[in-house]
């Protein structure tokens, strides 16, 4: 008997040593906290580690200036390690222990849906990094999403893909889909499978891989070889992404469109190591290094990110997701100072209802707070001849063929010519 | 009933009562969520530790009978929506089903080659998982909680509450198999299993019990997990640190009695809690890495075999 | 479709890849088939070796073969060192199944914590002159990005075979193997047989991941996805046979390549370890046990 309720005394102690240890720190001056969770580590840590420093960039350029309504800027943020199951937490500690006054999301849709029912709950503006759809069956008005996919996110991921496909001569008739198992990659091949059926290209092949865990990629692109596509739409993730590149230069698949969804080839590591055998693919991209693009601040905001990425062993080049990670918290400072309030309703209410001028463009909200207008570029990789750092970050290498709006430079037509 | 018994189950009544209470009492949020992470890992750590723990067969696919719960109820939450109550039994009984059906296969595997077809299975539950389309498939599927939900303030205090109330029992029945002619058995089959087969233990119905309570309370607790990420895709539902926490927490505790589970869920738990939200990044693999060959290569017992011997040795000082 | 040529295609690509699966299982089945040592992180070892490979090949522009040849030797004795901590505290005292088990557990995490310290937890890839490129024998492709590591898993696998068939240290670890008390009484040190065969699995654990560079990226939490497939190739070739691991490597790529052939590539890792889960179940000893 003794025995037992001295086991309960233990858990009690035990529970206040945990309490104790949660208690938050006397806060410092009059700050304005931002919290976010993000994938410090797990398979999108390489990418949510770049978003951070791009954060931490805006905080400077912010405080630099004086900070948000002459309050400084401090950024809260834990790891979420790349798993869903941590997500509520960390936010609960964020608006419950550290009281930040603003959220933003972490990296990608499966760490972004977590979260939203929390933003909700309070009634707070929650800025959206990478989402494919997160809002969908929320619907929440306060929520931001800085990826440019468009009001129809699933199906505008993919259109400039199949609009460039209808406009060759002579119009290609088939399509083969390929994607990886997993959320991203699914989304966007069933976009792209909606928009075959809309151009009327029939589908010849639609399989799945598993992933992660697939390590061969020879006989899926056999198999999709034997099926004989005109086009070839693969969803894929970076280590993915690399397998399917070089097992098709092997076999000598050649669709006469080739790529769509293919995450990781806007990487500059992996664009190092595949060199030449980029040239040809049509990718959806979001900046890259042409003349038609150089939205205001864009380059005073890489040059800073360039500087610092090699220390800490990030994306050299930081095209793909860092300027995103700025303009989302960019866009949130500047509702802020515009508004004169930290007010999340008021907040709200500006960031729905304006235009906003960003480092990556200008930036209008919809339907669940994805863009109003789609601004998925297609970019097609040409002329390179090197396996250097160099080679990317010049313009004409990374074309944008689409839209026509942000066109740089010839669509090369079928894929084995600008191979 | 004996006196022990009666104060134990006593003490698990107030516990249930206390942790109620608690949902009254406080607002933060975040003490609810992350203690239902800790919680979670008591009936996981419990759960393992009555097969692993008791009977000696090692489980490395906690993850597949948790994923199992937490499927059920999603396929369940996508038909007709039931009350929580029902998930649980639900996912409980799916889980329990699975977990009998690998009670048969101890017949044949022994050792680690039961622990590698338990692994063995959940690859193959997840790619199936990952092809069912109904649940979300790979691409995963949101959920949305319920908005409110009687005598409770908002769905995080009841999920906590619920999760408490559910490692509370999962440790009373531990202790109870434990005290039990079970218990006894099952650590004989532990010991040598032909020995204790000569000696007329049923052990083909023990090993079965075993695997099957150990299962359904893995799936209990994996069925309220939809609701608790509100995200759920194959990857994190089968994610292999529920194998390995769920192995891990027994073995800092100590793994012969239902009290080890519990101090290692909930020291190993906390301090991953504590260090999602203060370390730097890769502090949490460390941590565990490095508790895990410590404790394994400095205090093999667990910390209650560790705490056994300090009294032990003072015990002897005194006299 | 289903053309011949489809089919050999299939095949080759296959048996391609289960070489080097084999490759990846060869180190296991010494530490575990024979030795009853379950180093369940042979697969971070493997991805260790990787990480060792992409350092030089970065730097240096060392062939990842060579590369891995080269870091074979220190990681003899790392192993040496990883074998002689586990005996000490484990096999000394007979309480290694399930704590030994938990130690190469917290092990697998230690490594990768290190790898993701050093390195970080980008994907990384090596540049060599044949990867990218491939040849055709009459309607059969073949690329060398795949071939060279089934050549060399093949060639480990042999190497491996006559070291224990033909070699006194081989026949005397077969030996331990079988009885350890027997050898003993040989005048023969059964520990130190075991520690040596251990380092041997560790080195080609670290050749392994130099192959597994090869072939794709490598990212330092990427063992995971091995730890299955490696055990489901010991097993399934039956414990402590290099025949049988070799075996049980080319069944699973080609189980693997035929269904993503023909079915479609989400059932792959399903049926491959559906097949380990029926031979577990049927003939735990594997298809040439002992």
Known sequence: ?419 | ?319 | MLSIEFLLNALIAGLLLGGFYAAMSAGLSLSFGLLDVVNIAHPAFIIFGSYLTFYVNEHFGFDPILAGLVFAVPSYFLGVAVYRIYYNCFEKTGAESLRGLVFFFGLFFLIEVILIITYGVDYRLVRAFYIGKSTSIGSVGIAYRLFVPFLVGGMLAAVLYLFLTKTFFGRAIMGVAQDSLAVQLMGVDPIRIKTVAFGIGIATAVIAGSLLIIIGPVEPTIGREYIGRVFAVTVLGGLGSMTGTLVGGLILGVAESFTSSFFGPSWALAVSFGILLICLAVRPSGLFGR
């Not at chain 1, 062993?313 to 095209?319: A, N, S, V």
């Not at chain 2, 209650?304 to 015990?315: E, M, P, S, Y």
């Open chain 2, 1 to 319: 009933m004996s006196k022990e018994r009666k104060l134990f189950l006593i003490v698990a009544a107030v516990l249930i009562v206390g942790s109620f209470l608690i949902t009254t009492q406080m607002e933060n949020r975040f003490y609810y969520k992350a203690a239902y992470v800790v919680l979670q890992y008591v009936v996981l750590a419990t759960a393992w530790n009555i097969l692993g723990g008791y009977t000696g067969y090692v489980n490395f696919g906690t993850a597949a009978f948790f994923a199992m719960g937490a499927y059920t109820a999603v396929a369940l939450i996508k038909t007709w929506k039931p009350p929580l109550y029902v998930l649980l039994v639900t996912g409980g009984l799916v889980s329990g089903l699975l977990g009998l059906g690998i009670g048969y296969l101890t017949l044949r595997l022994k050792g680690v080659f039961f622990s590698i077809a338990t692994l063995a299975l959940a690859v193959v539950l997840q790619m199936i998982i990952s092809n069912w389309s109904y649940v979300g498939g790979g691409a995963g599927t949101a959920i949305l909680k319920p908005r409110s939900v009687p005598l409770f303030s908002n769905y995080d205090e009841f999920l906590f509450f619920v999760m408490a109330a559910l490692a509370v029992v999962s440790v009373a029945v531990a202790w109870l198999i434990e005290k039990s002619w079970i218990g006894r058995g099952m650590a004989a089959i532990r010991d040598n299993e032909e020995a204790a087969e000569c000696m007329g233990v049923p052990i083909l119905k023990l090993k079965l019990f075993a695997t099957t309570v150990s299962g359904a309370l893995m799936g209990i607790a994996g069925a309220p997990f939809s609701y608790f990420v509100v995200y759920i895709e194959p990857t994190s539902a089968f994610h292999l640190d529920y194998a390995v926490n769920s192995l891990a927490m027994p073995m800092i505790g100590g793994t012969t009695t239902w009290l080890g589970p519990l101090v290692g869920a909930v020291l190993v738990g906390t301090a991953q809690q504590i260090a999602t939200v203060t370390l730097s990044s890769e502090m949490n693999l460390l941590i565990v890495g490095s508790l895990l060959v410590g404790f394994v290569v400095f205090a093999p017992d667990g910390l209650v075999g560790l705490f056994g011997k300090i009294r032990a040795r003072l015990a002897g000082r005194e006299a």
């Open chain 1, 1 to 419: 008997m003794g025995r037992i309720i001295r086991h309960v005394i233990l858990g009690f102690a035990l529970l206040l040593a945990v309490s104790i240890a949660f208690t938050p720190a006397a806060h410092a001056a009059k700050e304005v906290k931002i919290g976010f969770s993000m994938a410090l580590t797990g398979p999108l840590g390489p990418a949510g580690k770049a978003a951070l420093l791009a954060m931490q960039i805006w905080r400077d350029d912010v405080n630099a200036k004086g900070g948000l309504l002459g309050r400084k800027v401090k950024l809260v943020y834990y790891d979420d390690q790349t798993k869903p199951a941590n997500v509520p937490g960390i936010y609960a500690k964020l608006l419950d222990v550290d009281k930040v006054d603003f959220i933003v999301s972490g990296y990608g849709t499966n760490l972004i849906v977590p979260a939203l029912p929390i933003a909700m709950e309070r009634g707070m503006v929650f800025m959206g990094l990478f989402g494919l759809d997160a809002n969908a069956k929320f619907k929440y008005n306060n929520y931001f999403q800085i990826m440019p996919a468009g009001p129809d996110p699933i199906v505008d991921w993919s259109r400039g893909f199949f609009e460039l496909a209808a406009k060759q001569k002579p119009r290609p008739k088939t399509i083969a889909l390929l994607s990886a198992d997993a959320e991203f990659a699914r989304n966007a091949v069933a976009g792209a499978r909606r928009n075959a059926k809309k151009f009327g290209f029939k589908i010849v092949y639609d399989k799945r891989y598993p992933f992660p865990g697939t390590t061969d990629f020879t006989p899926i692109l056999r198999a999709v070889k034997a099926a004989n596509p005109d086009l070839f739409y693969v969803g894929s993730y970076p280590g993915g992404s690399v397998g399917i590149v070089k097992a098709a230069h092997e076999i000598k698949l050649e669709p006469k469109l080739f790529g769509g969804g293919m995450v990781g080839l806007q990487y500059t590591a992996i664009q190092m190591n595949l060199g030449k055998l980029l040239n040809g693919i049509t990718d959806y991209w979001f900046w890259a290094p042409e003349k038609t693009l150089k939205f205001p601040g864009i380059e005073a905001f890489l040059a800073k990110y360039q500087k610092e990425a090699p220390k800490q062993k990030l994306d050299p080049l930081g095209y793909y997701l860092p300027p995103f990670a700025y303009a989302y918290v960019q866009l949130l400072g500047n509702a802020i100072e515009a508004t004169k309030s930290f007010d999340q309703a008021k907040v709200g209410a500006y960031i729905r209802n304006n235009t906003h001028s960003t480092v990556v463009g200008d930036v209008k909200f919809g339907k669940n707070g994805e863009w109003a207008t789609s601004r998925t570029f297609q970019v097609q990789l040409q002329n390179i001849e090197s396996n250097k750092m160099s080679e990317f970050s010049k313009a004409g290498k990374m074309v944008v063929v689409y839209p026509e709006e942000f066109k740089s430079g010839n669509f090369i037509y079928p894929y084995a010519k600008g191979k």
